[in-house]
């Protein structure tokens, strides 16, 4: 069994990668990424002598690079490679567009013309917008209001097409804020923890009262996997906690960790343009496949806090790049 992963060195991907070698011993996993200053071979080094795994470095847009990495013969594709912070999408919207459209529908060719049984698209529920009441459905329309949603959208929506025109074998997850080890520190949960052990105010958008689901990257690999090899085809599976937060609860628990305070490391900034106020999924068409979230909020929490206090020689050359 072999499976082709993009985006394999970024925060989620690594992660699932890490789950998939160790659940399936029979699997062999190529990771496809293009090393952008997201993709971090430091995320996956635990893995690199492991004979099962081999990494090629690729950029989805690229069809001949795709078709060549698939030429010995795959049974899945999971694609993670997108552009994912939403900030950056507001600066250089094109950028976005073209990883996350253009590169699923190069996977998504590759898939039919190679015949390669099964695509996983990893979506996120941002692509419902803004959801002021209830939980988000699968079947419900897609309202995104940032250009990062909005190219998440159009890839969720060129692969079932696939599905609808070719008969492509696809499912979609659709997954809320995650957070845990390794995630790159321009997120908010390692952004916060890393200035907090710096002693430094962490920057909060408007009155902070934003809602969002938090959902700890293990959990959202398993999801994952799940979906892939249990997921009916032509299918979208939402993937949640169904933790919600407002901002400045997260804030208040992070900074709890960290043992700082409130009034002295709180700094209201203006609030991103188009911010949505609150996302909210239904995942029980998930849990009907036999996946439920194992890891609990504040231990998860209190474990991401550990591990960048342990971890500082991953991040530390990260944030000193970005400055």
Known sequence: MRWLVTGGLGFIGSHFIRLALQARPELEIVNFDAMTYAGNPENLRDVQSDRRYRFVKGDICDADAVNAALRDGFDAIVNFAAETHVDR???D?????????????VLLAAQQQLGIARYLQVSTDEVYGDVSTGESLEADPLQPRSPYAASKAAADLMVLAYHTTYGARVAITRGSNTYGP????????????TNLIDDRAVPVYGDG???????????????ILCVLENGASGSIYNVSAQTPRT????????IRHCGRSMETHVMHVADRPGHDR???VDCSKLRALGWSPR?????????????????ESWWRPLKERAR
């Open 295 to 311: 890891v609990p909020f504040d231990e998860g929490i209190a474990r991401t806090v550990e591990w960048y206090r342990v971890n």
């Open 89 to 91: 999408s507001i600066l």
């Open 209 to 223: 009262l934003q809602i969002r689901d938090w959902l700890h990257v293990e959990d959202h690999a398993r999801a």
């Open 93 to 105: 919207p094109e950028a976005f567009l073209r990883t996350d459209a253009l590169g699923t529908h």
């Open 247 to 254: 901002n400045l609860e997260l804030t208040d628990t992070l």
């Open 182 to 193: 390794y995630q790159y520190p321009e997120k908010i949960v390692p952004l916060f923890v």
């Open 278 to 280: 609150r996302y909210a």
